[in-house]
């Protein structure tokens, strides 16, 4: 199984970007998916989750401005990123979890993609 995330960049405050996160190896649907984040000297946190069934969860700091989607056909998982802050620059991680719901923490990981923004 492998996670390619894309999408990342630099943006100035206020701006947008849009994650993706293309799954190989395995179906996406009836799994649970997720996007994390670690800023330098931060741990990885959870910033948005998606479960198979495509109800969702958010980390409060992102609530009304990221939106995170699926679409199983193409087995890809999306995170739109809207009036994007500096403290939210980090490597963007996606995850998929053992199952339809995101217990724990994901079995895969992909690569991490760089979101810069810039004040």
């Known amino acids: 199984v492998q996670l390619q995330a894309s999408g990342g960049g630099s943006v100035q405050a206020g701006g947008s970007l849009r994650l993706s996160c293309v799954v190989s190896?395995?179906?996406?649907?009836?799994?649970?998916m997720g996007w994390y984040r670690q800023a330098p000297g931060k741990q990885r946190e959870l910033v948005a989750a998606?479960?198979?069934?495509?109800?969702?969860s958010y980390a409060d700091s992102v609530k009304g401005r990221f939106t995170i989607s699926r679409v199983n056909a193409k087995k890809t998982v999306y995170l739109q990123m809207n009036s994007l802050r500096p403290e939210d620059t980090a490597v963007y991680y996606c995850?998929?979890?053992?199952?339809?719901?995101?217990?724990?923490?994901?079995?895969?990981w992909g690569q991490g993609t760089l979101v810069t923004v810039s004040s």
């Open positions: 998606i479960t198979s069934g495509g109800s969702t």
């Open positions: 995850g998929i979890y053992s199952g339809g719901y995101y217990f724990r923490d994901p079995i895969y």
């Open positions: 190896g395995r179906t996406l649907s009836g799994y649970a």
